[in-house]
């Protein structure tokens, strides 16, 4: 396969952060420095609590580093499925506290001079077929029954390199894309000027685990005593979590091309009952992935290495249904935490008397979701309740 392994939104000049050495003590520990981890960081910082980050690579590394780059609400279930997963009442509450996370975010990153690594212009579910049209149509009817926006498009107002007889779609104004690690980086730096510590190539060791009134969190360099510890590591959840064992590592394969001299999507799409998704990004180049259940069994694994069948198969995608022959210039693979209910994770820890709490597996779905999990969490380590914590499912679900 031709094209870099290092994600797109990672191929850029960075010095890293130094590693934790030696004994340092903090209020609270947050494990994973990605949108989980910063955005708890951020919460807790409010609250007047001192916080220390620890990554076992660097900022947005991790899955918030080596996703497609979308910026999008709800759950990973399209809507009218959630209702029938989860009772109508959740379905209301996730999808409405991602609507109002999404515009959190936006508030944040402005504030923090990252606004223009997002692009909010909405985005496309694209029905494929005659049969996902059904679910689409189906889709839009409970969006709308429940007064959540949501546009039908008809298959000949799709855009030109999309229409086909018998598809059609349904578009999200309130979604859209972003630059994952420019913007995560800018929040990191962010934190750092209001005295948060953020320490990176600090991999920890093993789960934090109870020390005195306290938690211990060891690397491989150093020890965080702490009151309270946060896991925020999507994927890697049960190896730090053994309890979180619903949660599994995936794979998720991207890619991306060249910069293009033409507009071809004017906004996100996802396709095949979300199992691709494409944009072009700001300056040109188109990002896809997808293919996931081509990869099968094969997928279930912690360890991003990209798979040449499925990126052949996104090499067919990109040529057949966008018509694009640019080059490929990078190849990659995320690991995501994905559940079968398939509901997030976040709360305590069982068994750590509410000192170590964990928040992941969105499966697929975190740049949004996470963010509404931190609340959750920061909410539970400074008042030890939160209104929202009906949201997700328990770490041991």
Do not use: K
């Not at 009442?89 to 996730?94: D, F, I, K, N, W």
């Not at 104004?173 to 730096?189: E, I, K, M, T």
């Not at 507009?263 to 799409?269: I, K, R, S, Y």
């Not at 944009?279 to 694994?301: M, V």
């Amino acid at each position: 396969m031709t094209g870099s392994p290092v994600p797109l939104w990672q191929d850029e000049p960075y010095s890293p952060r130094p590693p934790l050495e030696g004994e340092v003590r903090a209020d609270v520990c947050v494990v994973g420095a990605g949108v989980g981890g910063l955005a708890t960081a951020r919460r807790l910082l409010d609250a007047g609590l001192s916080v220390v980050v620890l990554d076992r690579h660097e900022v947005a590394s991790g899955a918030s580093g080596r996703n497609g780059g979308f910026f999008i609400a709800g759950a990973a279930p399209m809507y009218h499925e959630t209702r029938d997963l989860w009772g109508r009442e959740r379905a209301v509450a996730v999808h409405a506290a991602t609507l109002a996370t999404q515009r959190e975010v936006l508030e944040v990153a402005d504030a923090v001079g990252a606004r223009s690594h997002f692009r909010v212009g909405g985005l496309l579910r694209l029905a494929v077929d005659a049969a996902e049209a059904d679910d689409v149509r189906a889709n839009a009817a409970a969006l709308a029954e429940d007064g959540f926006p949501g546009e039908l498009v008809a298959g000949g107002d799709l855009p030109d390199p999309l229409a086909r007889p018998g598809r059609a779609g349904l578009f999200f104004p309130h979604d859209g894309s972003v630059h994952p690690v420019r913007w995560l980086r800018a929040l990191a730096a962010a934190l750092e000027s209001r005295g948060a510590r953020v320490l990176e190539h600090s991999p920890v060791v093993a789960p934090p685990a109870a020390d005195g009134d306290g938690v211990c969190v060891r690397t491989a360099s150093g020890v965080v005593r702490c009151d309270r510890a946060v896991v925020a590591v999507d994927g890697d959840l049960a190896a730090l979590v053994p309890s979180a064992g619903a949660v599994r590592p995936r794979r998720l394969n991207m890619l991306a091309t060249a910069p293009l001299r033409r507009t071809v999507l004017p906004f996100p799409v996802y396709a095949r009952f979300g199992h691709e998704y494409v944009h072009q990004t700001a300056d040109g180049r188109i990002a896809l992935g997808g293919f996931s259940d081509l990869d099968g069994d094969a997928s279930w694994t912690d360890r991003a290495e990209a798979s040449t069948a499925v990126q052949d198969r996104l090499d067919r995608w990109l040529a057949e249904e966008l018509g694009v022959d640019a080059p490929v210039t990078h190849r990659w693979a995320g690991v995501v935490g994905f559940a079968e209910d398939p509901l997030p994770r976040c709360g305590p820890v069982p068994g750590t008397d509410g000192r170590v709490l964990a928040l992941g597996g969105y499966n697929g779905t975190g740049h949004v979701q996470a963010w509404v999990a931190s609340r959750v969490v920061a909410d539970l380590v400074v008042a030890g309740g939160s209104p929202s914590a009906g949201l997700y499912a328990a770490v041991d679900a």
